[in-house]
Protein backbone atom coordinates (compact mmCIF):
# COMPACT_ATOMS: atom_id res chain seq x y z
CA UNK A 1 0.00 0.00 0.00
CA UNK A 2 3.02 2.08 -0.20
CA UNK A 3 1.61 4.04 -3.10
CA UNK A 4 -1.21 5.09 -1.50
CA UNK A 5 0.46 6.82 1.49
CA UNK A 6 0.69 10.55 1.97
CA UNK A 7 3.83 12.02 1.30
CA UNK A 8 4.79 14.59 4.14
CA UNK A 9 4.58 17.92 3.03
CA UNK A 10 6.28 19.67 5.07
CA UNK A 11 10.38 18.30 5.05
CA UNK A 12 12.20 20.26 7.20
CA UNK A 13 15.25 19.09 6.35
CA UNK A 14 15.72 20.71 2.78
CA UNK A 15 17.74 23.87 2.81
CA UNK A 16 15.20 26.44 1.40
CA UNK A 17 11.98 27.82 2.69
CA UNK A 18 10.01 26.87 -0.19
CA UNK A 19 10.99 23.09 -0.24
CA UNK A 20 10.06 23.30 3.35
CA UNK A 21 6.58 23.72 2.53
CA UNK A 22 3.89 22.00 4.40
CA UNK A 23 3.51 18.47 4.40
CA UNK A 24 3.12 16.78 7.34
CA UNK A 25 -0.23 15.05 7.27
CA UNK A 26 1.32 11.67 8.14
CA UNK A 27 3.45 12.68 11.06
CA UNK A 28 0.82 15.27 12.19
CA UNK A 29 -1.77 11.40 12.36
CA UNK A 30 0.46 9.94 14.42
CA UNK A 31 1.24 12.39 17.08
CA UNK A 32 -2.64 13.76 17.36
CA UNK A 33 -3.38 10.41 19.14
CA UNK A 34 -1.32 11.42 21.42
CA UNK A 35 -2.85 14.65 21.25
CA UNK A 36 -6.38 13.49 22.36
CA UNK A 37 -5.54 12.17 25.58
CA UNK A 38 -4.43 15.30 26.81
CA UNK A 39 -6.51 17.95 25.77
CA UNK A 40 -10.52 17.84 24.42
CA UNK A 41 -11.20 14.54 22.80
CA UNK A 42 -9.59 11.27 24.80
CA UNK A 43 -8.47 8.22 22.96
CA UNK A 44 -9.86 6.26 25.87
CA UNK A 45 -13.14 7.42 27.85
CA UNK A 46 -14.61 5.94 31.12
CA UNK A 47 -18.02 4.84 30.78
CA UNK A 48 -20.00 6.07 33.82
CA UNK A 49 -23.35 6.40 32.34
CA UNK A 50 -24.87 3.84 30.06
CA UNK A 51 -25.39 4.35 26.73
CA UNK A 52 -28.67 5.09 25.25
CA UNK A 53 -29.92 6.32 28.38
CA UNK A 54 -29.84 2.80 29.69
CA UNK A 55 -27.77 1.61 32.51
CA UNK A 56 -29.60 -0.87 33.68
CA UNK A 57 -32.66 -3.15 32.49
CA UNK A 58 -34.38 -4.94 35.12
CA UNK A 59 -36.25 -1.66 36.41
CA UNK A 60 -35.24 -1.70 39.68
CA UNK A 61 -34.87 1.78 40.05
CA UNK A 62 -31.23 1.94 39.90
CA UNK A 63 -30.68 3.67 36.60
CA UNK A 64 -28.00 6.43 35.42
CA UNK A 65 -27.85 7.92 38.97
CA UNK A 66 -26.10 5.05 40.60
CA UNK A 67 -22.88 5.96 38.05
CA UNK A 68 -23.53 9.87 37.70
CA UNK A 69 -19.94 11.40 39.11
CA UNK A 70 -22.77 13.50 41.32
CA UNK A 71 -23.92 10.28 43.19
CA UNK A 72 -21.80 7.16 43.33
CA UNK A 73 -18.53 8.65 42.30
CA UNK A 74 -16.15 8.04 45.03
CA UNK A 75 -13.65 10.57 46.01
CA UNK A 76 -12.05 10.26 49.20
CA UNK A 77 -12.38 6.32 49.07
CA UNK A 78 -9.21 4.45 49.78
CA UNK A 79 -8.00 2.56 47.12
CA UNK A 80 -7.04 -0.43 48.88
CA UNK A 81 -10.60 -0.63 49.97
CA UNK A 82 -12.02 0.07 46.53
CA UNK A 83 -9.80 -2.85 45.29
CA UNK A 84 -10.89 -5.37 47.88
CA UNK A 85 -14.85 -4.90 47.47
CA UNK A 86 -13.77 -5.20 43.26
CA UNK A 87 -11.83 -8.46 44.19
CA UNK A 88 -14.69 -9.94 46.37
CA UNK A 89 -17.15 -8.76 43.32
CA UNK A 90 -15.32 -10.94 40.95
CA UNK A 91 -15.75 -13.48 42.85
CA UNK A 92 -19.53 -13.21 43.65
CA UNK A 93 -19.61 -13.06 39.83
CA UNK A 94 -17.96 -16.38 39.78
CA UNK A 95 -20.01 -18.01 42.15
CA UNK A 96 -23.62 -16.46 40.23
CA UNK A 97 -22.54 -17.79 37.17
CA UNK A 98 -21.79 -21.67 38.43
CA UNK A 99 -24.83 -20.91 40.32
CA UNK A 100 -28.16 -22.66 38.19
CA UNK A 101 -31.20 -22.03 40.59
CA UNK A 102 -34.24 -20.13 41.04
CA UNK A 103 -33.18 -16.37 40.02
CA UNK A 104 -30.19 -17.57 38.10
CA UNK A 105 -30.15 -14.60 35.57
CA UNK A 106 -30.75 -12.02 38.19
CA UNK A 107 -28.36 -12.78 40.56
CA UNK A 108 -25.95 -12.47 37.35
CA UNK A 109 -26.75 -9.48 36.88
CA UNK A 110 -26.88 -8.23 39.63
CA UNK A 111 -23.31 -9.16 40.37
CA UNK A 112 -22.44 -7.85 36.70
CA UNK A 113 -23.96 -4.44 37.56
CA UNK A 114 -21.86 -4.78 41.41
CA UNK A 115 -18.64 -5.27 39.26
CA UNK A 116 -19.11 -2.64 36.99
CA UNK A 117 -20.58 0.02 39.61
CA UNK A 118 -17.17 -0.56 40.90
CA UNK A 119 -15.41 -0.13 38.14
CA UNK A 120 -16.79 3.04 37.37
CA UNK A 121 -16.28 4.86 40.38
CA UNK A 122 -13.04 6.04 40.68
CA UNK A 123 -11.06 8.56 38.58
CA UNK A 124 -8.96 5.50 38.36
CA UNK A 125 -10.74 2.53 38.47
CA UNK A 126 -9.77 -0.42 40.50
CA UNK A 127 -8.69 -2.44 37.03
CA UNK A 128 -5.91 -4.42 38.46
CA UNK A 129 -7.21 -6.11 41.07
CA UNK A 130 -10.47 -7.08 38.78
CA UNK A 131 -7.85 -8.09 35.85
CA UNK A 132 -5.86 -10.32 38.92
CA UNK A 133 -9.12 -11.43 40.37
CA UNK A 134 -9.94 -13.06 36.68
CA UNK A 135 -12.60 -10.62 35.33
CA UNK A 136 -11.55 -11.07 32.19
CA UNK A 137 -12.48 -14.58 31.01
CA UNK A 138 -15.59 -14.79 33.54
CA UNK A 139 -16.80 -11.56 31.22
CA UNK A 140 -16.23 -13.33 28.00
CA UNK A 141 -18.61 -15.71 29.42
CA UNK A 142 -21.40 -13.83 30.59
CA UNK A 143 -21.12 -12.49 26.39
CA UNK A 144 -22.07 -16.09 25.35
CA UNK A 145 -24.69 -15.47 22.46
CA UNK A 146 -28.41 -16.06 23.88
CA UNK A 147 -27.49 -14.23 26.63
CA UNK A 148 -30.21 -11.28 27.35
CA UNK A 149 -29.39 -8.02 26.81
CA UNK A 150 -28.88 -6.95 30.21
CA UNK A 151 -25.77 -9.79 30.59
CA UNK A 152 -24.47 -8.36 27.57
CA UNK A 153 -24.90 -4.81 28.45
CA UNK A 154 -23.33 -4.89 32.02
CA UNK A 155 -20.31 -7.36 30.77
CA UNK A 156 -19.79 -5.11 27.95
CA UNK A 157 -19.38 -2.22 30.14
CA UNK A 158 -17.31 -3.47 32.54
CA UNK A 159 -14.87 -4.45 29.93
CA UNK A 160 -15.04 -0.99 28.66
CA UNK A 161 -13.47 0.50 31.39
CA UNK A 162 -10.94 -2.31 31.96
CA UNK A 163 -9.90 -1.28 28.42
CA UNK A 164 -9.71 2.44 29.74
CA UNK A 165 -6.91 1.60 31.74
CA UNK A 166 -3.07 1.34 31.49
CA UNK A 167 -1.67 -0.50 28.13
CA UNK A 168 -0.93 -3.83 29.83
CA UNK A 169 -4.23 -3.85 31.37
CA UNK A 170 -5.89 -2.88 27.86
CA UNK A 171 -4.08 -5.92 26.54
CA UNK A 172 -5.84 -8.11 28.97
CA UNK A 173 -8.84 -7.91 26.96
CA UNK A 174 -7.38 -9.08 24.28
CA UNK A 175 -9.46 -12.92 24.62
CA UNK A 176 -12.71 -10.95 24.71
CA UNK A 177 -12.15 -9.29 21.37
CA UNK A 178 -13.70 -11.84 19.50
CA UNK A 179 -16.83 -11.63 21.14
CA UNK A 180 -17.25 -7.67 21.48
CA UNK A 181 -16.85 -7.80 17.76
CA UNK A 182 -19.46 -10.56 17.17
CA UNK A 183 -21.75 -8.23 19.50
CA UNK A 184 -21.61 -5.30 17.26
CA UNK A 185 -22.81 -7.05 14.58
CA UNK A 186 -26.37 -6.06 13.15
CA UNK A 187 -28.18 -8.93 15.05
CA UNK A 188 -27.57 -6.83 18.74
CA UNK A 189 -29.59 -4.20 19.84
CA UNK A 190 -28.25 -0.80 20.02
CA UNK A 191 -27.25 -0.43 23.14
CA UNK A 192 -25.22 -3.31 23.20
CA UNK A 193 -23.69 -2.90 19.93
CA UNK A 194 -22.77 0.59 21.20
CA UNK A 195 -21.40 -0.74 24.31
CA UNK A 196 -19.06 -3.04 22.38
CA UNK A 197 -18.29 -0.57 20.23
CA UNK A 198 -17.12 1.98 23.10
CA UNK A 199 -15.24 -0.70 24.18
CA UNK A 200 -13.39 -1.84 20.91
CA UNK A 201 -12.71 2.29 20.91
CA UNK A 202 -10.99 2.01 23.89
CA UNK A 203 -8.66 -0.59 22.76
CA UNK A 204 -8.23 0.68 19.28
CA UNK A 205 -7.00 4.04 21.28
CA UNK A 206 -4.25 2.32 23.22
CA UNK A 207 -2.08 1.35 19.83
CA UNK A 208 -0.82 -0.03 16.62
CA UNK A 209 -0.44 -3.30 17.65
CA UNK A 210 -4.27 -3.40 19.12
CA UNK A 211 -5.35 -1.85 16.55
CA UNK A 212 -3.90 -4.13 13.89
CA UNK A 213 -5.21 -7.17 15.86
CA UNK A 214 -8.87 -5.39 15.92
CA UNK A 215 -8.16 -5.38 11.72
CA UNK A 216 -7.42 -8.70 11.50
CA UNK A 217 -10.31 -9.93 13.34
CA UNK A 218 -12.71 -7.58 11.09
CA UNK A 219 -13.69 -4.58 13.46
CA UNK A 220 -13.82 -2.62 10.59
CA UNK A 221 -16.88 -3.56 8.65
CA UNK A 222 -19.30 -3.83 11.11
CA UNK A 223 -18.22 -0.54 13.10
CA UNK A 224 -18.31 1.57 9.66
CA UNK A 225 -21.78 0.06 9.57
CA UNK A 226 -22.88 1.30 12.65
CA UNK A 227 -21.96 5.04 11.44
CA UNK A 228 -23.67 4.93 8.74
CA UNK A 229 -27.71 5.75 10.77
CA UNK A 230 -28.50 9.59 10.68
CA UNK A 231 -28.66 10.32 14.01
CA UNK A 232 -28.34 8.32 17.77
CA UNK A 233 -25.73 8.10 20.34
CA UNK A 234 -24.56 4.48 18.56
CA UNK A 235 -23.71 6.46 15.80
CA UNK A 236 -21.80 9.24 17.61
CA UNK A 237 -20.08 5.93 19.73
CA UNK A 238 -19.05 4.11 16.28
CA UNK A 239 -17.56 7.10 14.70
CA UNK A 240 -15.34 7.58 17.65
CA UNK A 241 -14.46 4.00 17.57
CA UNK A 242 -13.51 4.13 13.74
CA UNK A 243 -10.90 7.27 14.11
CA UNK A 244 -9.21 5.31 16.79
CA UNK A 245 -8.81 2.23 14.41
CA UNK A 246 -7.87 3.76 11.25
CA UNK A 247 -5.19 6.40 13.17
CA UNK A 248 -2.23 4.47 11.31
CA UNK A 249 0.48 4.48 10.82
CA UNK A 250 -0.44 1.81 8.18
CA UNK A 251 -3.00 4.27 5.52
CA UNK A 252 -4.75 0.41 4.96
CA UNK A 253 -7.37 0.55 7.21
CA UNK A 254 -7.87 4.40 5.81
CA UNK A 255 -8.31 3.40 2.65
CA UNK A 256 -10.42 0.24 3.25
CA UNK A 257 -13.26 2.66 5.35
CA UNK A 258 -13.80 5.02 2.23
CA UNK A 259 -14.43 2.04 0.06
CA UNK A 260 -17.50 0.42 2.55
CA UNK A 261 -20.69 0.93 0.64
CA UNK A 262 -22.49 4.30 2.46
CA UNK A 263 -19.21 5.67 4.63
CA UNK A 264 -18.43 8.45 2.24
CA UNK A 265 -22.21 9.34 2.05
CA UNK A 266 -22.15 9.16 5.86
CA UNK A 267 -19.58 11.05 6.44
CA UNK A 268 -20.80 13.81 4.09
CA UNK A 269 -24.67 13.74 5.63
CA UNK A 270 -23.05 13.93 9.23
CA UNK A 271 -21.40 16.91 8.84
CA UNK A 272 -24.29 18.68 6.86
CA UNK A 273 -26.83 18.12 9.16
CA UNK A 274 -25.73 15.76 12.37
CA UNK A 275 -25.42 17.92 16.20
CA UNK A 276 -22.27 19.13 17.21
CA UNK A 277 -21.56 16.48 19.24
CA UNK A 278 -21.90 13.88 16.10
CA UNK A 279 -20.14 16.15 13.51
CA UNK A 280 -17.08 16.44 16.00
CA UNK A 281 -16.57 12.41 15.81
CA UNK A 282 -17.41 12.84 12.15
CA UNK A 283 -14.69 15.24 11.73
CA UNK A 284 -11.99 13.55 13.61
CA UNK A 285 -13.09 10.28 11.46
CA UNK A 286 -12.06 13.08 8.23
CA UNK A 287 -8.38 13.93 9.81
CA UNK A 288 -7.26 10.31 9.96
CA UNK A 289 -8.78 9.16 6.67
CA UNK A 290 -7.08 12.74 4.87
CA UNK A 291 -4.13 12.01 6.68
CA UNK A 292 -3.55 8.90 5.88
CA UNK A 293 -5.50 8.06 2.72
CA UNK A 294 -4.63 9.74 -1.17
CA UNK A 295 -7.37 7.83 -2.09
CA UNK A 296 -9.49 8.99 0.61
CA UNK A 297 -8.59 12.55 0.50
CA UNK A 298 -9.50 12.49 -3.26
CA UNK A 299 -12.68 10.63 -2.64
CA UNK A 300 -13.87 13.27 0.08
CA UNK A 301 -12.33 16.79 -1.82
CA UNK A 302 -14.50 15.17 -4.87
CA UNK A 303 -17.86 14.86 -2.66
CA UNK A 304 -17.31 18.53 -1.26
CA UNK A 305 -16.14 17.88 2.08
CA UNK A 306 -14.01 21.18 2.03
CA UNK A 307 -16.91 22.87 2.33
CA UNK A 308 -18.61 20.73 4.44
CA UNK A 309 -15.78 21.42 6.37
CA UNK A 310 -15.67 25.25 5.84
CA UNK A 311 -19.49 25.88 6.64
CA UNK A 312 -18.59 24.39 10.12
CA UNK A 313 -15.97 26.30 10.91
CA UNK A 314 -18.17 29.40 9.73
CA UNK A 315 -20.96 28.72 12.01
CA UNK A 316 -19.59 26.91 15.25
CA UNK A 317 -17.98 28.27 18.08
CA UNK A 318 -16.88 24.69 19.91
CA UNK A 319 -13.50 24.04 20.43
CA UNK A 320 -14.03 20.59 20.27
CA UNK A 321 -15.47 20.81 16.79
CA UNK A 322 -13.46 23.60 15.71
CA UNK A 323 -10.09 21.50 16.00
CA UNK A 324 -10.44 18.34 13.93
CA UNK A 325 -12.62 20.58 11.58
CA UNK A 326 -9.97 22.63 10.96
CA UNK A 327 -7.29 19.86 10.81
CA UNK A 328 -9.04 18.02 8.36
CA UNK A 329 -9.32 20.91 6.35
CA UNK A 330 -5.68 21.19 6.35
CA UNK A 331 -5.29 18.02 5.29
CA UNK A 332 -7.83 17.69 2.45
CA UNK A 333 -6.24 21.39 0.87
CA UNK A 334 -2.15 19.32 1.70
CA UNK A 335 -3.61 16.54 -0.67
CA UNK A 336 -0.71 17.42 -2.89
CA UNK A 337 -0.36 20.41 -5.87
CA UNK A 338 -3.45 19.02 -7.66
CA UNK A 339 -5.71 19.02 -4.53
CA UNK A 340 -4.70 22.30 -3.79
CA UNK A 341 -4.95 23.63 -7.73
CA UNK A 342 -8.67 21.90 -7.70
CA UNK A 343 -9.97 23.27 -4.35
CA UNK A 344 -8.06 26.91 -4.05
CA UNK A 345 -9.36 28.37 -7.74
CA UNK A 346 -8.43 32.90 -6.51
CA UNK A 347 -12.18 34.20 -6.93
CA UNK A 348 -13.82 31.45 -6.37
CA UNK A 349 -16.21 30.69 -3.76
CA UNK A 350 -15.00 28.02 -2.43
CA UNK A 351 -11.56 30.10 -2.06
CA UNK A 352 -12.18 33.02 -0.85
CA UNK A 353 -14.86 31.30 2.07
CA UNK A 354 -11.88 28.46 3.07
CA UNK A 355 -9.48 32.03 3.54
CA UNK A 356 -12.17 34.04 5.59
CA UNK A 357 -12.45 31.40 8.25
CA UNK A 358 -8.96 30.45 8.45
CA UNK A 359 -8.79 34.07 9.22
CA UNK A 360 -11.14 33.95 11.82
CA UNK A 361 -9.45 31.48 13.55
CA UNK A 362 -5.99 33.97 13.37
CA UNK A 363 -8.53 35.95 15.15
CA UNK A 364 -9.56 33.35 18.04
CA UNK A 365 -8.35 33.73 21.72
CA UNK A 366 -8.11 30.08 21.49
CA UNK A 367 -4.49 28.99 20.56
CA UNK A 368 -4.59 25.77 19.16
CA UNK A 369 -6.99 27.43 16.43
CA UNK A 370 -4.66 30.17 15.80
CA UNK A 371 -1.64 27.55 15.15
CA UNK A 372 -4.38 25.02 13.05
CA UNK A 373 -4.90 28.03 11.13
CA UNK A 374 -1.65 28.98 10.65
CA UNK A 375 -0.33 25.29 9.26
CA UNK A 376 -3.28 25.30 6.81
CA UNK A 377 -2.25 28.95 5.59
CA UNK A 378 1.47 27.41 5.17
CA UNK A 379 0.12 24.71 3.17
CA UNK A 380 -1.71 26.96 0.41
CA UNK A 381 1.30 29.16 0.22
CA UNK A 382 3.13 26.11 -0.50
CA UNK A 383 1.13 26.18 -3.61
CA UNK A 384 0.74 27.96 -6.44
CA UNK A 385 2.22 31.79 -7.17
CA UNK A 386 -1.30 32.44 -7.57
CA UNK A 387 -2.05 31.12 -4.06
CA UNK A 388 0.65 32.95 -2.72
CA UNK A 389 -0.88 35.61 -4.05
CA UNK A 390 -4.04 35.00 -2.53
CA UNK A 391 -2.81 35.19 0.82
CA UNK A 392 -0.52 38.08 0.21
CA UNK A 393 -3.53 39.96 -0.47
CA UNK A 394 -5.83 38.71 1.68
CA UNK A 395 -6.95 39.85 5.41
CA UNK A 396 -4.93 36.80 7.00
CA UNK A 397 -1.41 39.07 5.85
CA UNK A 398 -1.55 41.18 8.93
CA UNK A 399 -2.72 39.23 11.31
CA UNK A 400 -0.15 36.64 10.15
CA UNK A 401 2.59 40.00 11.02
CA UNK A 402 0.86 40.73 14.63
CA UNK A 403 1.17 36.56 15.65
CA UNK A 404 4.57 36.65 14.55
CA UNK A 405 5.64 39.54 17.12
CA UNK A 406 3.93 38.44 19.78
CA UNK A 407 1.98 35.13 19.49
CA UNK A 408 2.81 31.90 21.76
CA UNK A 409 5.91 30.29 20.48
CA UNK A 410 4.26 27.22 18.54
CA UNK A 411 2.12 29.65 16.60
CA UNK A 412 5.22 32.11 15.54
CA UNK A 413 6.74 28.62 14.62
CA UNK A 414 3.55 28.32 11.96
CA UNK A 415 2.91 31.77 10.98
CA UNK A 416 6.89 31.66 10.14
CA UNK A 417 6.07 29.29 7.61
CA UNK A 418 3.38 30.91 6.05
CA UNK A 419 5.28 34.28 5.67
CA UNK A 420 8.37 32.48 4.16
CA UNK A 421 6.37 30.19 1.90
CA UNK A 422 4.59 33.71 0.70
CA UNK A 423 8.20 34.89 -0.51
CA UNK A 424 9.72 32.00 -2.72
CA UNK A 425 8.10 30.50 -6.04
CA UNK A 426 7.35 26.80 -5.83
CA UNK A 427 10.83 24.15 -7.09
CA UNK A 428 11.15 21.04 -8.14
CA UNK A 429 13.55 18.62 -6.40
CA UNK A 430 16.37 20.74 -4.51
CA UNK A 431 16.51 23.41 -6.81
CA UNK A 432 16.92 26.75 -4.75
CA UNK A 433 13.49 28.80 -5.15
CA UNK A 434 13.26 32.16 -6.91
CA UNK A 435 12.49 34.83 -5.01
CA UNK A 436 9.22 36.51 -5.32
CA UNK A 437 10.83 40.28 -4.17
CA UNK A 438 7.53 42.17 -4.14
CA UNK A 439 6.47 40.25 -1.27
CA UNK A 440 9.88 40.05 0.73
CA UNK A 441 10.28 43.73 0.85
CA UNK A 442 6.45 44.47 1.99
CA UNK A 443 6.66 41.80 4.50
CA UNK A 444 10.17 42.97 5.99
CA UNK A 445 8.95 46.62 6.09
CA UNK A 446 6.47 45.41 7.99
CA UNK A 447 8.77 44.49 10.89
CA UNK A 448 8.80 40.49 10.30
CA UNK A 449 12.31 40.26 10.33
CA UNK A 450 12.98 40.55 13.84
CA UNK A 451 10.21 37.89 14.07
CA UNK A 452 12.36 35.41 11.97
CA UNK A 453 15.70 36.33 14.12
CA UNK A 454 13.48 35.37 17.26
CA UNK A 455 12.75 32.01 16.30
CA UNK A 456 16.85 31.90 15.74
CA UNK A 457 17.88 31.90 19.12
CA UNK A 458 15.12 29.68 20.06
CA UNK A 459 16.04 26.29 21.12
CA UNK A 460 13.63 24.53 18.77
CA UNK A 461 15.48 23.30 15.47
CA UNK A 462 12.93 23.37 13.23
CA UNK A 463 11.68 26.87 14.26
CA UNK A 464 15.27 27.78 14.40
CA UNK A 465 16.35 26.73 10.80
CA UNK A 466 13.06 28.42 9.16
CA UNK A 467 14.54 31.59 11.06
CA UNK A 468 18.02 31.02 9.07
CA UNK A 469 16.14 29.93 5.97
CA UNK A 470 14.26 33.81 6.02
CA UNK A 471 17.63 35.38 6.97
CA UNK A 472 19.34 33.94 3.87
CA UNK A 473 16.12 35.14 1.68
CA UNK A 474 16.91 38.84 3.69
CA UNK A 475 20.34 38.50 2.76
CA UNK A 476 20.07 37.28 -1.04
CA UNK A 477 16.79 39.13 -2.10
CA UNK A 478 16.12 42.84 -0.65
CA UNK A 479 17.28 44.85 -3.32
CA UNK A 480 20.17 47.58 -3.35
CA UNK A 481 22.27 45.34 -0.92
CA UNK A 482 19.95 46.49 1.90
CA UNK A 483 19.70 42.54 3.05
CA UNK A 484 22.91 42.74 5.60
CA UNK A 485 22.48 45.61 7.15
CA UNK A 486 18.69 44.79 8.22
CA UNK A 487 20.09 41.80 9.36
CA UNK A 488 22.83 43.71 11.42
CA UNK A 489 20.48 45.87 13.13
CA UNK A 490 18.11 43.46 14.37
CA UNK A 491 21.17 41.50 16.01
CA UNK A 492 20.70 38.96 13.21
CA UNK A 493 25.08 38.35 13.36
CA UNK A 494 25.18 37.69 16.94
CA UNK A 495 21.66 35.47 16.69
CA UNK A 496 23.75 33.33 14.19
CA UNK A 497 27.43 33.41 15.61
CA UNK A 498 25.53 30.67 18.60
CA UNK A 499 25.41 28.13 15.80
CA UNK A 500 29.79 27.64 15.23
CA UNK A 501 29.60 25.31 17.62
CA UNK A 502 26.20 23.84 17.30
CA UNK A 503 25.48 20.24 17.67
CA UNK A 504 23.33 20.15 14.46
CA UNK A 505 25.82 20.10 11.35
CA UNK A 506 22.83 21.80 9.20
CA UNK A 507 22.40 24.32 10.82
CA UNK A 508 26.08 24.95 12.04
CA UNK A 509 26.80 24.53 7.88
CA UNK A 510 23.53 27.07 7.45
CA UNK A 511 24.56 30.03 9.94
CA UNK A 512 28.38 29.69 9.42
CA UNK A 513 28.08 30.00 5.64
CA UNK A 514 25.80 33.07 6.10
CA UNK A 515 28.38 34.89 8.49
CA UNK A 516 31.55 33.64 5.74
CA UNK A 517 29.10 35.06 2.53
CA UNK A 518 27.79 38.14 3.61
CA UNK A 519 29.38 39.11 7.17
CA UNK A 520 32.95 38.42 6.32
CA UNK A 521 36.41 40.43 5.85
CA UNK A 522 34.92 43.02 3.38
CA UNK A 523 31.82 43.46 4.78
CA UNK A 524 31.46 47.87 5.60
CA UNK A 525 34.47 48.15 3.90
CA UNK A 526 32.50 50.38 1.32
CA UNK A 527 30.88 52.55 3.91
CA UNK A 528 33.93 53.05 5.90
CA UNK A 529 35.56 54.31 2.61
CA UNK A 530 32.69 56.42 1.92
Not at 130 to 143: F, N, S, T
Not at 208 to 234: C, D, H, V, Y
Not at 415 to 429: F, I, M, Q
Not at 477 to 488: A, R, S
Amino acid sequence: MADDASPLRRDPIKSSVGNVAAQRRRRQAVAVGKERRESLVRAKRLCRIGVSGSANGDGDGEGEGDVSPGNDMVVDEEQSVLEAQTSSAVEELKAAITYQGKGALQKRVSALRELRRLLSRSEFPPVEAALEAGAVPILVQCLSFGSPDEQLLEAAWCLTNIAAGKPEETKALLPALPMLIAHIGEKSSLPVAEQCAWALGNVAGEGEELRNILLSQGALLPLARMMLPNKGSTVRTAAWALSNLIKGPDSRAATDLIKIDGVLDAIGRHLKKADEELATEIAWVVVYLSALSNFATNLLVKNDVVQLLVERLATSSSLQLLIPVLRGLGNLVAGGTNTTHTLLLPGSEVTDAVVKVLVKCLKSEHRVLKKEAAWVLSNIAAGSVEHKRLIYSSEALPWLLRLLSSGPFDVRKEVAYVLGNLCVGPTEGDARPFLIQEHLVSLVGGGCLAGFIDLVRSADIEAARVGLQFIELVLRGMPNGEGPKLVEQEDGIEAMERFQFHENEDLRNMANGLVDKYFGEDYGVDELAG
